[in-house]
């Protein structure tokens, strides 16, 4: 008996000396062993470390993009720069030339206008800013000093005409015009840019088209698709429409086509003529503008 109990204690203990680490494991429990590893466990970390290494050279490659457009602009605003001190005074005093000055700067983000004191007055000599701030109030003066008679809307080209005229009327004293030297007139794209300057500041300055035209509204009364085919058939006719025709042209019932001239009469930017039983309702700006372009045409 004690012979048998020797052999079976040498050999269990064979039996755990031929196990790693001299142990055996318990019923149930896995290996935890690399070797004992599935191989598509071991794969699975593979896909991840590639994308990062491709996200790590994309990123890499937009970086270095970034850099590369930075610089292109850096340059082409340098190039800009010398471009407004070698034609310093075309930009000042002709029109045409200083919008397209204007365009040249916008894909690059620069605005010369914003800065009265800084880069650009110096280059220039004097501030774009300051030129387009002061046609800005004048703008103003002019659209404030009909509204009484248009309602608070104005042809741009009439606003255009007018600060042009008035420009040649002060002009015609002035030491300028002794020394031969003529002021270059106001454009309409001039116009159009101290109007946007003026829609920063509040107050309803904007411009709407009508028909062929581009009309200044100086008041904050909103003016929807309605009364702006309204004025444009007003702009095909004599300046002027009755219901009658709105209804007939623009296929609208009566109670639409009257309560877009309501308002409209409210602001004052019609006037109600009644004739032998018929209300005609006049554009101000419309007519002026259709009546300024028969004289030009003549």
């Not at 290494?53 to 937009?62: G, I, S, T, V, Y």
């Not at 255009?160 to 030297?181: E, F, I, M, V």
Request: proline share 3%; glycine share 8%; with cysteine.
């Amino acid at each position: 008996m004690a012979h048998r109990r020797r052999g079976v204690g040498v050999g269990r203990t064979r039996a755990g000396a031929s196990r790693p680490g001299g142990s055996v494991p318990a019923s149930g429990q896995r290996r935890t062993s690399s070797a004992a590893m599935p191989s598509s466990q071991m794969q699975i970390q593979m896909p991840q470390t590639q994308d990062d290494r491709l996200q790590k050279k994309a990123d890499e490659m937009h970086a270095l993009s970034m850099q590369s457009a930075l610089d292109t602009v850096e340059k082409l605003q340098v190039k800009l720069a010398d471009f407004a001190k070698k034609h310093q005074s075309d930009i000042q005093d002709d029109p045409a030339f200083r919008q397209q000055f204007l365009q040249m700067c916008a894909p690059l983000g620069v605005d010369p206008l914003v800065s009265q004191k800084g880069f650009w007055a110096k280059t220039l000599g004097v501030g774009i800013g300051d030129f387009y701030y002061e046609l800005a109030v004048k703008v103003a003066e002019v659209c404030f000093s009909t509204r009484s008679k248009n309602g608070g809307i104005m042809a741009l080209a009439e606003v255009c005409d007018t600060l042009n005229r008035n420009k040649a009327r002060r002009s015609s004293s002035s030491s300028k015009r002794k020394s031969g030297k003529k002021d270059q007139l106001y454009s309409k794209g001039d116009i159009a840019v101290a109007v946007k300057k003026l829609a920063t500041l509040g107050g309803g300055f904007r411009i709407v088209t009508v028909g062929t035209s581009d009309m200044i509204v100086s008041v904050p009364t909103e003016l929807d698709q309605d009364h702006v085919e309204i004025m444009a058939l007003a702009q095909d006719g004599e300046g002027c429409v009755a219901v009658e025709n709105v209804t007939r042209q623009l296929r609208w019932n009566e109670d639409r086509v009257e309560r877009a001239l309501a308002l409209l009469l409210q602001e004052g930017m019609v006037w109600k003529d009644d004739y032998h039983g018929i209300s005609f309702y006049w554009f101000p700006s419309v007519w002026k503008e259709k009546m300024a372009i028969e004289a030009g045409a003549q």
